[in-house]
Nanobody, 123 residues
Framework: QVQLVESGGGSVQSGGSLRLSCAASGFPYSISTYYMGWFRQAPGNEREGVAAIDTAGESTYADSVKGRFTISRDNAKNTVYLQINNLEPDDTAMYFC???????????????WGQGTQVTVSS
């Protein structure tokens, strides 16, 4: 059974940092062959792509997070990370990771999704 399990969310003050993790399991092919993305969704808002990483390790970021978010992957550990620095109240959202065999980058069209981890930033 394919699973993506996010962790690392929490409540932090503005300016703080968090490292989100996404552990993958049960995929039919090596996780190294999957494109991975991080998305977020705040109440009343659409799901927004914030970072994506391709199979070669190249990353893409939304303009709103460039310079503060860093996506990385450790294929040996079947895990994708999202380092978030200098958090702002507008970063408050549920964060989801996603996986797929097509390079959707920041489009929410991936095949597989996790359940999310909540990030709350107070000013």
């Amino acid at each position: 059974q394919v699973q993506l399990v996010e962790s690392g969310g929490g409540s932090v003050q503005s300016g703080g940092s968090l490292r989100l993790s996404c552990a993958a399991s049960g995929f039919p092919y090596s996780i190294s062959t999957y494109y991975m993305g991080w998305f977020r969704q705040a109440p009343g808002n659409e799901r927004e792509g914030v970072a994506a990483i391709d199979t070669a390790g190249e990353s893409t970021y939304a303009d709103s997070v460039k310079g503060r978010f860093t996506i990385s992957r450790d294929n040996a550990k079947n895990t994708v990370y999202l380092q978030i620095n200098n958090l702002e109240p507008d970063d408050t959202a549920m964060y989801f990771c996603a996986a797929g065999r097509v390079n959707w980058q920041l489009l929410p069209r991936y095949n597989y999704w996790g359940q999310g981890t909540q990030v709350t930033v107070s000013s």
